[in-house]
C-alpha cells in the first residue's frame, strides 16, 4: 500500500487519539478506548490479509468507533475546560477525532 497525505492524516489523528486517551491511564474506560484505537489503526494500515479483505468494513468500524466516541462525550463528558485537565483532554481529543472523520472520509472506499 502506498501512504497519500490522507493516509499519513489517519495515522497522526489516530495516534493523537489514541495518545490522548491513554494518558488518562488509571481510567480503564479511557485506556481501553486508546487501545481500541490502536487496533482499528492497526487493522486498517497493516498488510494482515483477513483485515485487508474486509477493507471497508473496518472504514467502517473506524468511522463508528470514532463517532460513538464522540457522541459519548456529548452525553457524559466534562466539558467544563480547564486547561491542563482531563476536562481539556476531551477538547483535544474531540479535535483529533474530527480531524481522524474528515481523513477517513477522504479514504472513504468506492463500494
Keep these: 500500500m502506498n501512504l497519500t497525505a490522507k493516509h499519513y ?3 497522526l489523528a489516530a495516534l493523537a487519539t489514541a495518545i490522548l486517551h491513554l494518558t488518562l491511564f488509571p481510567d480503564i474506560v479511557f485506556t481501553l478506548n486508546g487501545l481500541g ?3 482499528l489503526l492497526g487493522a486498517y494500515f497493516l498488510p494482515i ?10 472504514w ?3 468511522v463508528g468507533y470514532t463517532a460513538l466516541t464522540i457522541v459519548l462525550w456529548v452525553i457524559m463528558g466534562d466539558k467544563n475546560f480547564v486547561a ?3 476536562s481539556a ?3 483535544y481529543a474531540k479535535a ?3 480531524l481522524l472523520l474528515i481523513f477517513l ?5 468506492k463500494s
Design 89 to 91: 483532554t476531551g477538547y
Design 84 to 86: 491542563g485537565t482531563s
Design 49 to 58: 490479509a483477513f483485515f485487508q479483505q474486509r477493507h471497508n468494513l473496518v
Design 60 to 62: 467502517w468500524a473506524l
Design 105 to 109: 472520509w477522504a479514504d472513504k472506499p
Design 96 to 98: 483529533a477525532e474530527i
Design 9 to 11: 492524516g489517519i495515522i
Design 37 to 39: 484505537y490502536l487496533g
